[in-house]
């Protein structure tokens, strides 16, 4: 089943950002303040006036939000781009459990937040006669001229989880970083060295030890959100497209 768009949405005007989580806009004819699930900078997305797309926020006993709406999308000159950090990790699961990602067919176990090196990955997947996966999954809005870049801001929580996907693959683990493109237009996807030099030099170190870099745009269409295409990882300053080396064989996490 794929991620179907939440109903009655409401649109509105973006105003000013108040905090990480926090933002204002211009909604049915009056000032609110709107929750933002998403503590990227957004630079490029969260300009004066452009348009939102908004979901009223639910309300759950005395844990009730303090706004009355969430943040969703945001108009692009290609189109909506989802805005709320938590999409990635669903998308990616739904697709998994449907068979329609040709580099992880087999592993029918999905495990999320999954306990590792003192801390979570998003996923662990699991399959009969695979290796077991460790899988980080990144959301990235940020696209200019055709090229998706990652991250929008620095990052050591992302470098640091690079690094702990390094030394996965020493343990005999299969370890892969999946970016979820949020925003259309992306033919490409690269680490943003220049927000992030050590994002960049250490997805390299990764991508040398064996880490898996895969990256897929997002379709939106007939009120469902899904993942669609693959789009090629380029992480050499030689522009050649990046390829997942063979992952390595059951069993030998034991030798």
């Known amino acids: 089943m794929r991620m179907r768009i939440p109903e009655h949405l409401v649109r509105g005007k973006f105003v000013a950002r108040k905090n990480r989580f926090l933002l204002s806009a211009e909604v049915e004819g009056s000032r609110e303040d709107v929750h933002l699930p998403n503590p990227g900078r957004l630079a490029e997305l969260l300009s004066p006036g452009a348009s939102l797309l908004l979901h009223p926020t639910a309300v759950r006993g005395t844990s009730a939000r303090k706004t009355r709406f969430g943040a969703f999308a945001v108009e692009t000159p290609e189109g909506w781009t989802t805005i709320d950090s938590r999409l990635p990790n669903r998308l990616f699961r739904e697709a998994l459990e449907e068979g329609r990602l040709e580099p992880f067919q087999g592993y029918g176990i999905i495990r999320p937040e999954f306990p590792y090196a003192g801390g979570r990955v998003d996923f662990l997947l699991e ?129």
């Open 127 to 255: 399959g009969e006669g695979l290796p077991p996966c460790l899988v980080e999954v990144k959301g990235c809005t940020l696209v200019r001229e055709g090229t998706a870049l990652f991250p929008d801001a620095p990052t050591r929580r992302g470098t640091r989880h690079l690094a702990e996907l390094g030394k996965a693959v020493g343990e005999g683990f299969r370890a892969c970083v999946v970016f979820v493109i949020q925003r259309p237009g992306a033919k490409v996807l690269r680490p943003n060295g220049k927000t992030d030099r050590d994002f960049a030099r250490e997805a390299l170190r990764a991508a040398e030890a064996g880490v898996g870099f895969h990256a897929y745009s997002t379709r939106w269409e007939e009120g469902e959100l899904s993942l669609d295409a693959p789009v090629p990882v380029i992480l050499r300053e030689d522009g050649q497209a990046w390829e997942e080396p063979q992952p390595p064989q059951p069993g030998s996490r034991d030798g």
